[in-house]
């Protein structure tokens, strides 16, 4: 499921192909993937220019001239596949259209953007931009981790007697945007806090300590993605799916790679979804 960082990584694959440009056509094969599309959808992209394609946590938002957003979220196995331009030395021919192409737009400039979705639990939705901050989806997420609003104060704030454990905390989008269970266990490992602990017991000073880690995690995932970009360009236009190496994350019983703690991870199940974990190092 991509998380923060993939959908940042699309977004900036979609970058050069869509922005400031026309879009020429919109095909759309289906009424709706986890929602119903909105009305006349084909039409309202058709002859749209995109102005600006920004990302609210795993929401990629094309700002439109018409004065409409379209929302994107890629769901569980939601893909971007770019093709029909040349990037760099590589050109991509149209591939033959594919079962769970549900939405195609062929932009000015030749690009073809396809979003291809077999589970159908990505959406897409159109709203006037003014009125984007308070879509549904959209109006209870809190600040984005990478930016100004997240900050050490805020966060202690927000974990004052919170009875949740702190993964739980963590993982809660009305206390921060975007991140989801793999990167959680990876900030928890290098904060060295056991994900089990309760969030409002933890010592302020560690919790403030949370916020440089969880930048410095995504900044991390997001540079990887953007080498995976170019590999991927390479390979066939998909965009967003990097193989990243994860220090905790699905590695049960592998040694911890913490220098010096000597200790094996562990997996344990919290509110349904596995986290991995320390029980040496993390406390
Ligand atoms: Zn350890």
Redesign the pocket.
Known sequence: MPELPEVETVRRGLLPAMEGRVINRATVNRQDLRFPFPERMADRLTGARVLGLRRRSKYILADLSTGETLLIHLGMSGRMLISGVTLGEFHYDHPAPAKHDHVVLDMEGGARITFNDARRFGAMDMMETAEADTHWLLRDIGPEPLGNAFNEDYLTQRFRRRKTPVKSALLDQKIVAGLGNIYVCEVL?RAGIDPRRTAGAIAQRRVAGLVPIIREVLQEAIEAGGSSLRDYRQADGELGYFQHNFRVYDRENAL???EG???R?SRVVQSGRATFF?????R
Do not use: F
């Open positions: 490992h911890c790679p913490t703690c000597g200790g991870i320390c029980a040496r190092c993390q």
